[in-house]
């Protein structure tokens, strides 16, 4: 019965790279089995053009052919025995996994502060002492106040951002013993509500405008 010829994709041989389909697959597979080099170096150029046609928007991407022939070497698994006109990948250096990647965070355990108020700290420590660094310290602590409480979006004592400050700095920097206070928590997130206050209006007023040009009569 005819039934009985059907072939399946999970009975047949995996696609290394499937967007190449399976006859480009047969054709390398085809190139391998040859026994002189001459024959699979015509061969392999011919499947090169043939990948480059089925890629045509990546002909202006840089290393174009590079890229075919590594990949003809990867859809042979690295059996195909032929003359590359550039430098081949070895399936190691293709295995090798890349080192991870370090996140920049210099302290997790305040992820609400952000990682530049680090570098802020760093930076008004190798200032002089005198009014300026003194302002910039408080506009520091200011900062931070304002991040915790649009994390926490609750009220913050001004003592626990003076003790936070003062982790950060590496006790460098103590305002634990000041007299002078933090702005209040509605002065700081103000222009937060002011800007999503303002956000609001445009769309009322373009509703209230699509509104009043619907009433004009048409003539």
Not at 68 to 74: E, M, R, V
Not at 80 to 100: A, C, F, G, I
Not at 160 to 174: M, P, Q, R, T, Y
């Amino acid at each position: 019965m005819l039934i009985d010829d059907i072939e399946y994709n999970t009975e047949r041989e995996h696609l290394i790279i499937p967007e190449y389909g399976r006859h480009l697959q047969k054709m390398v597979n085809y190139a391998k089995e040859l026994p002189t080099k001459e024959e699979r170096n015509k061969v392999a150029k011919s499947i090169i053009n043939v990948m480059g046609n089925m890629q045509p928007h990546l002909r202006d991407v840089p290393d174009f052919q590079h890229k075919l022939w590594d990949q003809l070497f990867i859809i042979a698994n690295f059996e195909l025995d032929v003359d590359s006109p550039y430098p081949t990948t070895s399936q190691e250096e293709l295995n090798e996994k890349p080192e991870p990647l370090k996140y920049p965070q210099n302290f997790p355990k305040y992820r609400f502060y952000g990682n530049n108020i680090k570098t802020m700290i760093d930076v008004a420590n190798t200032w002089e002492e005198g009014e300026l660094k003194e302002a910039l310290l408080f506009t520091i602590a200011n900062h931070m106040k304002k991040c915790f409480l649009n994390w926490n979006k609750d009220t913050v004592e001004d003592y626990v951002i003076f003790n936070h400050l003062f982790e950060l700095s590496d006790g460098k920097i103590d305002l634990k013993e000041s007299e002078e206070e933090l702005a209040d928590a509605t002065s700081l997130l103000k222009n937060k509500k002011k800007y999503s206050t303002s956000n609001s209006n445009p769309k009322k007023s373009h509703h209230k405008k699509s509104n009043s040009n619907r009433s004009r009569k048409r003539y």
